[in-house]
């Protein structure tokens, strides 16, 4: 399985951005499709954006198509969340996700998960 670690998550008011990261390791990033979900207290874990194996698909769930961005640099081995416009309701641990055996996009199901990094939004 691919290794994969999140950064930059923090404290951030209402309205403001920050950019998630996720470094892989450990098998060729590239035939991976990526995802981000995001799990709030006392809430299940959702869906929050997806990007293709090679950058040029990408998928947003309605509560942040708009406001955030997903990118990947597939010679840095990196996943990028580009958050802006931040609401209270975006506060969540934020997981970076892979999966490589899903014939489409986005994947019902991914196999490798990150550890989540604390994203919280003060209104």
């Known amino acids: 399985q691919v290794r994969l670690v999140e950064s930059g998550g923090g404290l951030e008011q209402a309205g403001g951005s920050l950019r998630l990261s996720c470094a892989a390791s450990?098998?060729?990033?590239?035939?991976?499709?990526m995802g981000w979900f995001r799990q709030a207290p006392g809430k299940e874990r959702e869906f929050v954006t997806a990007?293709?194996?090679?950058?040029?698909?990408?998928y947003y769930a309605s509560s942040v198509e708009g406001r955030f961005t997903i990118s990947r640099d597939n010679a840095k081995n990196t996943v990028y969340l580009q958050m802006n416009s931040l609401k209270p309701e975006d506060t969540a641990v934020y997981y970076c996700?892979?999966?490589?055996?899903?014939?489409?996009?986005?994947?019902?199901?991914?196999?490798?998960w990150g550890q989540g990094t604390q994203v919280t939004v003060s209104s």
């Open positions: 990007i293709s194996r090679n950058g040029l698909n990408t």
């Open positions: 996700a892979a999966e490589s055996g899903s014939r489409y996009f986005p994947p019902a199901d991914f196999s490798s």
């Open positions: 450990g098998r060729t990033f590239s035939n991976y499709a």
